[in-house]
């Protein structure tokens, strides 16, 4: 059974960092695409950034050039640095995982953790 289980979700003043962490265990292969997606009270799931395991890399608009994410194939674990946070940065943030394609589109992952809040103060 696959399992993702993040950490390092906060409370943080706007114009601050959190780095978000991901463990995926439960399989011996590394996964294809390794990504972040957050939901918000009242709003929909959005994509943030995937990683596949060919090294290719995407943000969403709103955190490109704010936020990186990074991955360790040998640990099978996915991190998101996050910079110059802002207020509406604030949802709850989910590591995600699929065997077959990278997208930014949340409805495409196969598997999803339990989530870690991340709540920025203006």
């Known amino acids: 059974q696959v399992q993702l289980v993040e950490s390092g979700g906060g409370s943080v003043q706007a114009g601050g960092s959190l780095r978000l962490s991901c463990v995926a265990s439960g399989y011996s292969n590394s996964r294809k695409c390794l990504g972040w997606f957050r939901q918000a009270p009242g709003k929909d799931p959005e994509g943030v950034a995937y990683f596949s395991i060919l090294g290719t890399i995407r943000y969403s608009d709103s955190v490109n050039g704010r936020f990186t994410i990074s991955r360790d194939n040998t640990k099978n674990t996915v991190a998101l640095q996050m910079t110059s946070l802002k207020p509406e940065d604030t949802a709850m943030y989910y590591c995600?995982?699929?065997?077959?394609?990278?997208?930014?589109?949340?409805?495409?992952?196969?598997?999803r953790g339990q989530g870690t809040q991340v709540t920025v103060s203006s």
């Open positions: 995600a995982a699929d065997d077959t394609s990278c997208s930014l589109d949340v409805q495409t992952y196969q598997y």
